[in-house]
């Protein structure tokens, strides 16, 4: 957290204010607990009582609403009393936001390598579970080593452990010395694919690399938190690809960052990677996919415009001027601009201190082709960058073309013979690649037979920015989806499809009802000779089944554990089965839920699903005492619970109706930000409205953007970014959404 520590104990909460800690914990004998500091020792104690970690925590009501979130799970089991003193080395020079401890019953796993150890901490009770810890940690070895010979800088603190902790708010979190990692992030279910073990290893990697990219160089000031973001996420896309080699690791890049970035760069709320922060108690509010997918997306243009060894030696300059300290954006620019013919601070300007990305239309007169950048904005800025086109001749033939695109327009000779062009080839340009009609049936028709892979999945992205453009219709988008899903061999590709086609029915949802998407789906979970695939077909298959014959199977497979197992479901997905099959059949919801809850051996996800289950019931009542419950921040302390009961009380079954709790969902946005973490207020508001699909609720969204004009930019642009969706089914015009100044030229 940004800006928290100080509810904890007194201090300056920023980030170029370093200190070194020395801490002592007083906690029941039983407990363990983690510090940044290795242990130094423990002392039993005589008397049964006393605070829980040491004179500071005895403050403010935010100081004791944060002990009791963390003690609430933490604590576990009864205590006999005794109690014990722990005292810890003093830690390095960090940040008061790197500062942590966590205490509670842990099992602790230790592995030794190269000299090296590393411990760690679960409270996981399923074996299929435990069983991954060496795994694990031999992530958390890999990207250590990695990072030790790219950067030249030994691991620059004292020791490294991992807590793993159920209901965390983060996939992660990168204090130093006890890094914590959220249990679904960690534990996968038996029917884990390699996607999904490759996005544990990228977050390990991630948070790894935040021990040189944040902890050791810290930003300045929060407006830079994006640097420690995109170094994260960029050199954990470097890490990965030793673990992972038969993942296409240029596929997984776009995959990982572009649809993201421009989930919320297409929207009305889209926000500059580099944001101005006047007070650091918005610092939270700051943390977007614009700063984890749009900014490696630009820090990939960068590395190309250096080379690998260049790029390499100027971060290792920066690392070497900048070390227990702290660093700006502009330093790191500096320390680059001279290796480089290019004005760095220009192109720096546009693609980090602006927000929004270039609309691109092409048109064409014979053989020429015109390609024009407009500013969705109004402001006229102009994204300079290179543009790879496929152009498509008669039969199977195709040439690239590439050009740059450097003002509002670009001008291209066509081979004899184009039929048709698709932008954006190498998926390394940025932007909506708006598409004409004719364009976008060619590339739904083709999309099959492109034999480039990375070719593929900038179409398929474009295809789906279209689709959410307006420009074509959601029925069409599906039948195409349908034909091309089952002859899609590349697993990267298959899963972006499905997610897709989950989105495009998802959002759609009154017009896109489909027993032929039904039946592609199940006939792939069915008969794929791919295990991996026949489990994401079962489960996207789970996602949107909806027709009456489709809900029945869904129970029978749900209700039979063997099927189920045969099938390929796991925990996870046989809890979230239960959330829809309550949803779908009111009268047996009771019973659903009971037995679903009695299937459920370990007692966090025990608690976890008591927490959530009433957000299902047949009763409005108890529904809308759910969303009561939640407007009490100390209600929804676990963060990921929340979200989840929040989204259930939306769901789409409910229709208009739910679209009553937006008003007051949005009314306690402000104090959500006050009172919970960095991400909540974004995933509140997600879970508010992902699944609105009616026009009462975008009514309700224009209404409240409406009564309140002064409300605070950073907070809005959430509300802005999260409705985009609702606000594209209803073309609704919030006042501050970009016009296309597409023919105010
Ligand atoms: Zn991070």
Redesign the pocket.
């Known amino acids: 957290m940004p800006d928290r520590a100080r509810t904890l104990f007194p201090c300056f909460d920023q980030p170029d204010l370093k200190a070194r800690f020395t801490l002592s914990l007083e906690l029941p004998a039983e407990w363990k607990a983690i510090a940044n500091g290795a242990t130094a020792r423990t002392d039993t104690l005589n008397t049964a009582s006393g605070p829980t970690a040491g004179t500071e925590t005895s403050g403010s009501g935010p100081a004791r609403t944060a002990a009791r979130a963390g003690s609430q799970m933490a604590a576990g089991a009864e205590t006999t009393g005794a109690r014990k003193r722990i005292s810890f080395h003093e830690t390095e020079p960090i940040p008061t936001y790197l500062f942590s401890f966590v205490g509670g019953r842990f099992e602790r796993v230790t592995e030794n390598r190269n000299g090296r150890s590393i411990s760690l901490y679960h409270r996981e009770t399923d074996l299929q579970k435990t069983a991954q810890c060496p795994e694990i940690l031999g992530q958390v070895f890999h990207a250590l080593d990695w990072l030790e010979t790219y950067t030249g800088v030994p691991y620059p603190f004292a020791k490294y452990d991992l807590i793993v902790i159920p209901g965390f708010q983060y996939g992660?979190m990168?204090h130093m010395g006890a890094t914590l990692y959220a249990d679904r992030s960690m534990f996968l279910e038996n029917n884990a694919t390699t996607e999904n073990r490759m996005a544990r290893g990228s977050l390990i990697a991630?948070?790894t690399a935040?021990m040189w990219f944040?902890d050791y160089v810290t930003m300045q000031w929060f407006d830079d938190v994006w640097t420690?973001?995109v170094f994260?996420n960029f050199f954990a896309a470097m890490i990965v690809r030793e673990q992972f080699p038969q993942i296409d690791h240029r596929l997984n890049f776009i995959r990982s960052n572009v649809p993201g970035a421009y989930g919320e760069d297409r929207t009305a709320g889209s926000t500059a990677i580099r944001q101005q922060l006047p007070n650091l108690s918005d610092a939270g509010l700051l943390y977007s996919q614009i700063i984890y997918s749009k900014s490696p997306v630009v820090m990939e243009m960068l590395f190309t415009k250096l080379g690998p060894e260049k790029f390499r030696d100027g971060i290792r300059e920066y690392l070497a001027d900048h070390r227990y300290g702290n660093a700006t954006w502009d330093d790191l620019i500096a320390v680059l601009d001279c290796r480089c013919d290019e004005d760095l601070a220009a192109w720096s300007q546009v693609w980090v201190d602006e927000k929004g990305m270039p609309t691109i239309d092409m048109t064409r007169h014979e053989n020429r082709l015109r390609i024009m950048q407009s500013d969705p904005f109004g402001r006229r800025l102009a994204w300079n960058q290179p543009l790879q086109l496929l152009a498509f001749g008669d039969g199977n033939a195709t040439d690239t073309l590439q050009c740059l695109l450097d003002g509002p327009e670009t001008e291209l000779v066509l081979p004899a013979g184009t039929r048709c062009v698709l932008p954006n080839a190498d998926g390394r340009s940025y932007g909506y690649f708006r598409l004409d009609s004719v364009t976008s049936e060619y590339l739904m028709k083709r999309l099959t037979g492109l034999p480039d892979d990375v070719a593929r999945l900038s179409a398929l992205i474009t295809l789906n920015e279209n689709l959410l453009g307006g420009t074509i219709a959601p029925q069409r988008f599906l039948r195409a989806m349908i034909a091309y899903l089952p002859q899609e061999r590349n697993q990267q590709l298959f899963t972006q499809a499905l997610t897709y086609i989950r989105g495009c029915f998802g959002l759609y949802y009154d017009e896109t009802a489909s027993p032929e998407l039904e039946g592609a789906l199940w006939e792939i979970a069915q008969n794929d000779p791919d295990r991996q695939r026949r489990i994401m077909a079962t489960q996207a298959w789970c996602g949107i089944a909806r027709s009456p014959q489709a809900i029945n199977t869904l129970y029978e497979l749900w209700d039979d554990e063997r099927l189920a197992n045969r099938m390929l479901l796991g925990e996870n997905d046989l809890t979230n089965l239960s959330y829809t099959l309550a949803l779908r059949f009111p009268d047996r919801a009771a019973a659903i839920i009971a037995r679903q809850g009695a299937r459920i051996t370990n007692p966090d996800r025990q608690k976890q699903y008591a927490y959530i289950a009433p957000a299902v019931s047949p009763s409005a009542s108890v529904r809308d005492s759910v969303f009561r419950s939640l407007l009490d921040p100390a209600n929804r302390s676990i963060e990921p619970w929340a979200c989840t009961a929040l989204s259930l009380l939306n769901h789409p079954v409910h229709g208009a109706r739910s679209a009553a709790y937006i008003r007051p969902g949005l009314e306690e946005l402000q104090e959500i930000q006050r009172t919970g973490d960095i991400f909540f207020p974004r995933k509140w508001t997600a879970a508010l409205l992902g699944s609105q699909h009616s026009e009462a609720a975008a009514t309700a969204v224009d209404a409240f953007i409406a009564d309140h004009p002064g409300y605070p930019p950073l907070l809005g642009s959430k509300i802005l970014q999260q409705a985009d969706l609702l606000f594209r089914l209803w073309n609704r015009n919030a006042q501050n959404r970009p016009t296309s100044d597409h023919t105010s030229e």
């Open positions: 992660g990168e991630h948070e935040h944040g420690k973001e994260a």
